[in-house]
């Protein structure tokens, strides 16, 4: 019987390996999912795949569950980052949750010069990620970086990571993703005012950048985020 | 100078054509917004495309828009129907906004054997496409329908409309967008705890239905909307 409760762990995984369970966790499993000594959970670490444990000790403040059988190997998602420009809350974390189903490695949050938000709770992305991840199944979470400035992240760019970027500015066009070569990539959505001159200035006419349209209407930057990762891994990703 | 403000109405728009402002739009064009008389107004109603209108009269109860010129032609989207069984309140606002944004000409709540929800509010569903609609610069607002029973629904099935759905057992598999044909379609998303063997057995092996596969991992019911209208947009429909 596979288990309904997949959960990540920072903790080593292996054939009889005994992890620890935190007060938190422990009032979650044993509490609200009320799993009794002998019942089952998935684990995943990032690192040694999806591992179906057993509830070894169960108590209020702690307990033990132990590793029974690997029940997936580790699977990477491609090598594809997602750039996009914080929005409101709820837009955000939307990102992030869909980011991870559809199978980035890396979310880095931008401040654009038309970015509203200065700040962001990095700590409270990554917990979302770390949902996403529990809930669709995948063996790895993706790291959600701090937020960084577009012109410098531009600047350093490394050329060898092909950068796809949605300019609303281009809606209607038909820039698809025929012309972005395999390889990493980083998908980059624009924040809904749009891009400033100095940022097109930046992406515009690099060998390393492509421009891709979605369709004739405007989208929100969460749609387009979607959109646009559906599209690369579709041609260039894992859902080929 | 193009407005900021894009409002649906249901007058018919037209070169000196008046539509009178209800109460409660007076709050938000006048109150809100802040407009006055001489400010400019975008206006669509799904018929005469997109006019540019100006305020001719403003009031705290009601008030007058004046067409002034035609900004852009009616647009359909393609004859593409978006089905899916309702999820949490959130989520499916979320999915009615998206098939908006995305392009789609109908949308179909439906009810299948693991769907919890028995009844939707269709008025509710109906105004967030309404300002989903004025927010992408659509010049159409797709129909939202009432709930239907998805058996009944397959079973009177028009062959003439193409079927693509997706069903969370083949995530993994690499069912794409090829086989689809050209023409009318519609896109079916299961419902999360995914269809049932009745519904499969409906579904699978007909000429006027095809699965398609969304990656490896497991996709929310609005994520696997986003994703899926995306392709069928960008194999079929009016983002070519």
Same mark, same amino acid.
């Given at each position: 019987?596979?288990?309904?409760?997949?959960?990540?762990?920072?903790?080593?995984?292996?054939? #009889?390996?005994?992890?620890?369970?935190?007060?938190?966790?422990?009032?979650?499993?044993?509490?609200?999912?009320?799993?009794?000594?002998?019942?089952?959970?998935?684990?995943?670490?990032?690192?040694?795949?999806?591992?179906?444990?057993?509830?070894?000790?169960?108590?209020?403040?702690?307990?033990?569950?132990?590793?029974?059988?690997?029940?997936?190997?580790?699977?990477?998602?491609?090598?594809?980052?997602?750039?996009?420009?914080?929005?409101?809350?709820?837009?955000?974390?939307?990102?992030?949750?869909?980011?991870?189903?559809?199978?980035?490695?890396?979310?880095?949050?931008?401040?654009?010069?038309?970015?509203? =938000?200065?700040?962001?709770?990095?700590?409270?992305?990554? @917990?979302?990620?770390?949902?996403?991840?529990?809930?669709?199944?995948?063996?790895?979470?993706?790291?959600?970086?701090?937020?960084?400035?577009?012109?410098?992240?531009?600047?350093?760019?490394?050329?060898?990571?092909?950068?796809?970027?949605?300019?609303?500015?281009? @809606? #209607?066009?038909?820039? #698809?993703?025929?012309?972005?070569?395999?390889?990493?990539?980083?998908?980059?959505?624009?924040?809904?005012?749009?891009? =400033?001159?100095?940022?097109?200035?930046?992406?515009?006419?690099?060998?390393?950048?492509?421009?891709?349209?979605?369709?004739?209407?405007?989208?929100? @930057?969460?749609?387009?985020?979607?959109?646009?990762?559906?599209?690369?891994?579709?041609?260039?990703?894992?859902?080929?």
């Amino acid at each position: 019987m596979s288990a309904k409760v997949r959960l990540y762990v920072e903790q080593a995984l292996g054939q #009889g390996q005994t992890v620890p369970v935190a007060r938190d966790q422990a009032h979650y499993l044993f509490g609200v999912m009320r799993l009794a000594v002998g019942a089952r959970v998935a684990l995943f670490n990032g690192r040694d795949g999806e591992w179906q444990a057993e509830v070894s000790e169960a108590g209020k403040r702690g307990g033990m569950l132990t590793c029974v059988e690997q029940s997936a190997p580790l699977r990477m998602p491609p090598d594809l980052w997602l750039l996009f420009a914080p929005i409101k809350k709820a837009r955000t974390d939307f990102i992030v949750e869909k980011a991870v189903e559809l199978g980035v490695a890396r979310i880095v949050p931008v401040q654009t010069d038309f970015t509203n =938000s200065e700040r962001i709770r990095q700590d409270r992305l990554q @917990a979302h990620a770390i949902e996403a991840a529990e809930q669709c199944g995948a063996t790895m979470v993706p790291e959600v970086a701090d937020l960084h400035r577009l012109d410098r992240l531009l600047d350093g760019w490394d050329a060898a990571r092909h950068l796809v970027f949605c300019d609303e500015a281009q @809606a #209607g066009e038909r820039a #698809g993703m025929d012309a972005v070569p395999p390889g990493p990539a980083a998908v980059l959505i624009g924040p809904e005012g749009g891009f =400033s001159e100095a940022e097109r200035a930046r992406l515009h006419g690099r060998d390393w950048a492509t421009p891709v349209a979605l369709g004739p209407r405007i989208l929100r @930057a969460d749609t387009a985020a979607v959109a646009a990762i559906t599209l690369w891994q579709t041609h260039l990703g894992d859902w080929r």
